[in-house]
């Protein structure tokens, strides 16, 4: 009997707990369709406040301070950031010059908010970092006191964060405060997909060319990965680079990886004086992986050098070397053949 | 007798314990579950999402005698909102005539092209290519060697570092590719992702987006709906938690290529070739002490074709029961091993005493009632009760985890669906599921028979 009871004792807790939970899912997937988008209601009263203050539709003098509080107050809640970013959004396309001149108003009070979400949770960290990095003019300066306060999100961060971090810096074109950035992924040893890191330094507002200067300058220091996405990142715009690469290629203290990159930039930037190192680096019995590379680069550098190494090399052992190999020779073979019959 | 009689004691002792441990791992998965989604849909919210579609991935398509669903399979990955990747279709010496098909569909020409045989597998026999949407198209056509054969052909003709396998009849939501190399880029040690399969008989798709989920009239399709959620979205996403999975679908998941390469790649005798793999996966890592992850992605759907009749379901089934019987075989030595931590002390325990196991103990469960009965000693009132409270009770969990799924891909369902669902869920966990156990049974009775031969089901 006591047995028995005790059977229907945890029964009976299973059941409330389990009836519990379906409550708890049912309330959540309420809750989730009320919460999830923006309601247009809340947009609306936005881009209303945002008229009044903009004075794009009506006469009345805005009070200035008094909506730097209402902000301050309201925008601290993530729900009320996003529906402020999407009236802002639409006030950015309908009104720029009253956006403009709006939002240079404002550069106090998105610094405070900055502040103030640092002491938030990362998932919120992460939501003001990417209203920065929407409107990136809400930051002023690109050396301002909102760059400072972004680099200190980092800190216990995860990934997204770390991403939207970068990319808020990157849309306001602070050169210091990517390097920043960069410098304590690398000291803290967090993690960061090359890919990633290539494509949000690639998305840069500002000159290029100085930012490739600056993170080449001081990507030595720095761990491979960072390294390899410096150079991805130069790949993309910038052909100054390819004496400045050449040493590091010849250099087999180098990380593998690093000089792959080096590679891949001459596949995107032609420099002929590099086709005699890949050569000999496709003959590399070393490092399969390199010798793929560059035999790979060397199918657009068709010298005639290259051709020639590539012919006595067609029966290495490496596949993929073969294969890159064989690509290029099946194509001059059929060129020869071609101007053959036409002559 | 009285001998018997403390047999059968024992015996319902042994039953009590077991059918508890389930209910409180069923409990887990969904409450775990429900948090997680909870965590996850907090982020999206708030715009946590990395959005890179980048990262070069491989879809590699096996197929044998799929000409009837190929060419629409093949269309849809075309559309996927995604910037590198290619698709190789890997005929696996079929007789309906589905290379024509796919050569005529595109517009394929024969290449000249080196395959690396990393992985053995049987040899190719002819290789096409075309370009579709600035997507590169290969089509290998080979000796007939099973799936796991045509994976490996596929990996190896593969040219990226990665790659996602599919079935052939499989169909992609256009994000999916996008969803499912998130976790690549969150984590460095990330290895393997699962996508969450839903039924495509459930699914009404637009412009390459589910928007709708409806339950279908055919009862057999509709009780499998509620099983898939169960099982792919609660208990995958509790052993996820501690990177315990051991199975990460063969209709739709992500590997990183080198490691495949490095453990060995798909077997070719296993009729459970996607577990094997990941079992392979863990044994690989854990003995050379890699930090690895894989991870299951319940945003990155993936739509498949459930057996309409109970003969298709049968063979199905009974393909999965027997290469869960193969794969654990293989990978015993997982099992009590303190080197695999979680992987061995749950999840490879779970699948041996739930899943395996199954089919026999919930057998011998019922000859132990039938026993009892005759033997006078069975209290039919509380026996009657235990099971109906079961019952509900694993059918208010098949509930939570389908409203679970419900709230994920942020589908709204009817009242009129809501009810049927709970219908289905009473019905799925106090009959499906024995159906199913005599099917599974079978699969052990009748192990040896075709062990390696394709899944065929009636396409539509």
Same mark, same amino acid.
């Given at each position: 009997?006591?047995?028995?009871?005790?059977?229907?004792?945890?029964?009976?807790?299973?059941?409330?707990?389990?009836?519990?939970?379906?409550?708890?899912?049912?309330?959540?997937?309420?809750?989730?369709?009320?919460?999830?988008?923006?309601?247009?209601?809340?947009?609306?009263?936005?881009?209303?406040?945002?008229?009044?203050?903009?004075? @794009?539709?009506?006469?009345?003098?805005?009070?200035?301070?008094?909506?730097?509080?209402? #902000?301050?107050?309201?925008?601290?809640?993530?729900?009320?950031?996003?529906?402020?970013?999407?009236?802002?959004?639409?006030?950015?396309?309908?009104?720029?010059?009253?956006?403009?001149?709006?939002? !240079?108003?404002?550069?106090?009070?998105?610094?405070?908010?900055?502040?103030?979400?640092?002491?938030?949770?990362?998932?919120?960290?992460?939501?003001?970092?990417?209203?920065?990095?929407?409107?990136?003019?809400? @930051?002023?300066?690109?050396?301002?006191?909102?760059?400072?306060?972004?680099?200190?999100?980092?800190?216990?961060?995860?990934?997204?964060?770390?991403?939207?971090?970068?990319?808020?810096?990157?849309?306001?074109?602070?050169?210091?405060?990517?390097?920043?950035?960069?410098?304590?992924?690398?000291?803290?040893?967090?993690?960061?997909?090359?890919?990633?890191?290539?494509?949000?330094?690639?998305?840069?507002?500002?000159?290029?060319?100085?930012?490739?200067?600056?993170?080449?300058?001081?990507?030595?220091?720095?761990?491979?990965?960072?390294?390899?996405?410096?150079? !991805?990142?130069?790949?993309?715009?910038?052909?100054?680079?390819?004496?400045?690469?050449?040493?590091?290629?010849?250099?087999?203290?180098?990380?593998?990886?690093?000089?792959?990159?080096?590679?891949?930039?001459?596949?995107?930037?032609?420099?002929?004086?590099?086709?005699?190192?890949?050569?000999?680096?496709?003959?590399?019995?070393?490092?399969?992986?390199?010798?793929?590379?560059?035999?790979?680069?060397?199918?657009?550098?068709?010298?005639?050098?290259?051709? @020639?190494?590539?012919?006595?090399?067609?029966?290495?052992?490496?596949?993929?070397?073969?294969?890159?190999?064989?690509?290029?020779?099946?194509?001059?073979?059929?060129?020869?053949?071609?101007?053959?019959?036409?002559? | 007798?009285?001998?018997?009689?403390?047999?059968?004691?024992?015996?319902?002792?042994?039953?009590?314990?077991?059918?508890?441990?389930?209910?409180?791992?069923?409990?887990?998965?969904?409450?775990?579950?429900?948090?997680?989604?909870?965590?996850?849909?907090?982020?999206?919210?708030?715009?946590?999402?990395?959005?890179?579609?980048?990262?070069?991935?491989?879809?590699?398509?096996?197929?044998?005698?799929?000409?009837?669903?190929?060419?629409?399979?093949?269309?849809?990955?075309?559309?996927?909102?995604?910037?590198?990747?290619?698709?190789?279709?890997?005929?696996?010496?079929?007789?309906?005539?589905?290379?024509?098909?796919?050569?005529?569909?595109?517009?394929?020409?024969?290449?000249?092209?080196?395959?690396?045989?990393?992985?053995?597998?049987?040899?190719?026999?002819?290789?096409?290519?075309?370009?579709?949407?600035?997507?590169?198209?290969?089509?290998?056509?080979?000796?007939?060697?099973?799936?796991?054969?045509? #994976?490996?052909?596929?990996?190896?003709?593969?040219?990226?570092?990665?790659?996602?396998?599919?079935?052939?009849?499989?169909?992609?939501?256009?994000?999916?590719?996008?969803?499912?190399?998130?976790?690549?880029?969150?984590?460095?040690?990330?290895?393997?992702?699962?996508?969450?399969?839903?039924?495509?008989?459930?699914?009404?798709?637009?412009?390459?987006?589910?928007?709708?989920?409806?339950?279908?009239?055919?009862?057999?399709?509709?009780?499998?709906?509620?099983?898939?959620?169960?099982?792919?979205?609660?208990?995958?996403?509790?052993?996820?938690?501690?990177?315990?999975?051991?199975?990460?679908?063969?209709?739709?998941?992500?590997?990183?290529?080198?490691?495949?390469?490095?453990?060995?790649?798909?077997? %070719?005798?296993?009729?459970?070739?996607?577990?094997?793999?990941?079992?392979?996966?863990?044994?690989?890592?854990?003995?050379?002490?890699?930090?690895? !992850?894989?991870?299951?992605?319940?945003? %990155? #759907?993936?739509?498949?074709?459930?057996?309409?009749?109970?003969?298709?379901? @049968?063979?199905?089934?009974?393909?999965?029961?027997?290469?869960?019987?193969?794969?654990?075989?293989?990978?015993?030595?997982?099992?009590?091993?303190?080197?695999?931590?979680?992987?061995?002390?749950?999840?490879?325990?779970?699948?041996?005493?739930?899943?395996?196991?199954?089919?026999?103990?919930?057998?011998?469960?019922?000859?132990?009632?039938?026993?009892?009965?005759?033997?006078?000693?069975?209290?039919?009132?509380?026996?009657?009760?235990?099971?109906?409270?079961?019952?509900?009770?694993? %059918?208010?969990?098949?509930?939570?985890?389908?409203?679970?799924?419900?709230?994920?891909?942020?589908?709204?369902?009817?009242?009129?669906?809501?009810?049927?669902?709970?219908?289905?869920?009473?019905?799925?966990?106090?009959?499906?599921?024995?159906?199913?156990?005599?099917?599974?049974?079978?699969?052990?009775?009748?192990?040896?028979?075709?062990?390696?031969?394709?899944?065929?089901?009636?396409?539509?």
């Amino acid at each position: 009997m006591f047995s028995d009871l005790r059977i229907y004792i945890i029964i009976g807790i299973f059941m409330i707990a389990c009836i519990a939970l379906m409550v708890f899912n049912f309330a959540m997937i309420h809750y989730s369709r009320r919460e999830n988008t923006p309601s247009a209601d809340k947009i609306e009263k936005w881009k209303a406040i945002l008229y009044k203050q903009t004075n @794009a539709a009506s006469d009345v003098q805005p009070n200035e301070l008094k909506h730097e509080k209402f #902000l301050l107050r309201k925008l601290s809640k993530p729900e009320s950031l996003i529906a402020y970013a999407h009236a802002l959004q639409y006030l950015k396309s309908e009104f720029p010059e009253a956006y403009s001149s709006y939002i !240079q108003k404002r550069h106090t009070a998105f610094q405070r908010l900055a502040y103030i979400y640092s002491r938030k949770s990362r998932i919120e960290r992460t939501c003001y970092a990417d209203f920065i990095c929407t409107f990136p003019q809400a @930051a002023g300066d690109s050396h301002g006191q909102l760059v400072d306060t972004l680099i200190s999100y980092i800190d216990d961060s995860n990934i997204h964060c770390r991403t939207k971090v970068l990319g808020a810096l990157c849309s306001i074109g602070s050169i210091p405060g990517v390097a920043n950035v960069l410098q304590l992924i690398h000291d803290r040893g967090l993690f960061m997909h090359n890919q990633l890191l290539t494509n949000e330094l690639s998305n840069f507002s500002g000159d290029k060319e100085v930012l490739g200067d600056s993170l080449w300058s001081e990507s030595r220091q720095w761990n491979d990965n960072i390294t390899v996405s410096v150079i !991805q990142f130069i790949t993309r715009f910038s052909p100054r680079y390819s004496d400045v690469f050449l040493p590091f290629l010849q250099d087999t203290s180098v990380a593998p990886e690093v000089r792959a990159a080096i590679i891949r930039y001459y596949g995107e930037h032609r420099y002929d004086p590099v086709c005699p190192i890949l050569t000999e680096l496709a003959t590399d019995p070393i490092d399969s992986n390199l010798a793929a590379a560059a035999e790979s680069v060397l199918t657009l550098h068709s010298t005639p050098d290259a051709t @020639a190494a590539r012919e006595s090399d067609s029966s290495k052992s490496n596949w993929r070397v073969q294969h890159n190999i064989r690509v290029p020779l099946l194509n001059w073979m059929s060129d020869r053949i071609a101007k053959k019959s036409t002559a | 007798m009285d001998f018997l009689r403390e047999i059968l004691y024992y015996v319902s002792i042994f039953f009590i314990i077991y059918l508890i441990v389930f209910a409180t791992f069923s409990f887990f998965a969904v409450l775990i579950g429900a948090y997680r989604l909870y965590i996850n849909n907090r982020m999206l919210k708030f715009r946590n999402k990395l959005d890179h579609d980048d990262l070069p991935v491989s879809i590699l398509l096996p197929a044998y005698n799929e000409a009837v669903t190929i060419v629409s399979s093949v269309s849809s990955l075309l559309n996927q909102d995604y910037q590198l990747y290619e698709i190789i279709v890997v005929d696996d010496g079929s007789e309906d005539g589905m290379a024509q098909k796919l050569i005529d569909s595109f517009d394929m020409k024969p290449v000249n092209r080196l395959i690396s045989y990393e992985l053995a597998c049987q040899p190719e026999e002819a290789i096409y290519e075309s370009t579709v949407n600035g997507v590169p198209i290969t089509l290998i056509r080979k000796k007939n060697g099973g799936k796991g054969d045509a #994976l490996n052909m596929g990996i190896n003709a593969s040219r990226y570092p990665y790659f996602v396998c599919m079935d052939a009849d499989s169909k992609l939501q256009r994000d999916s590719l996008k969803e499912i190399v998130e976790p690549v880029f969150e984590d460095d040690a990330v290895i393997a992702v699962g996508g969450m399969i839903l039924l495509s008989q459930c699914v009404q798709m637009e412009d390459g987006k589910a928007v709708n989920y409806r339950l279908p009239s055919n009862l057999l399709v509709s009780l499998q709906a509620v099983e898939y959620n169960r099982s792919f979205l609660a208990s995958r996403m509790l052993m996820d938690t501690f990177n315990g999975n051991l199975i990460i679908s063969g209709a739709f998941g992500l590997f990183k290529k080198a490691t495949v390469i490095a453990a060995g790649g798909y077997s %070719a005798d296993n009729l459970g070739e996607d577990m094997e793999l990941v079992l392979k996966l863990h044994g690989y890592c854990r003995n050379n002490n890699l930090n690895y !992850q894989m991870r299951y992605q319940p945003s %990155a #759907l993936c739509m498949t074709q459930a057996p309409t009749s109970l003969r298709d379901l @049968a063979g199905q089934r009974r393909r999965w029961h027997i290469g869960l019987f193969q794969s654990m075989l293989v990978h015993r030595r997982i099992m009590l091993n303190a080197k695999f931590g979680l992987v061995s002390f749950f999840s490879y325990l779970y699948y041996l005493m739930y899943e395996l196991l199954a089919p026999i103990i919930e057998l011998l469960g019922i000859l132990t009632i039938v026993l009892a009965f005759y033997m006078d000693v069975l209290n039919i009132g509380y026996m009657a009760l235990f099971l109906t409270i079961y019952a509900v009770y694993g %059918a208010i969990i098949s509930l939570s985890a389908f409203s679970q799924q419900m709230y994920i891909q942020k589908f709204r369902i009817s009242l009129w669906d809501m009810l049927k669902t709970l219908f289905l869920c009473v019905l799925e966990f106090g009959i499906f599921r024995y159906v199913l156990v005599i099917v599974r049974f079978a699969a052990f009775l009748r192990y040896g028979k075709n062990k390696t031969a394709w899944g065929q089901i009636k396409r539509t």
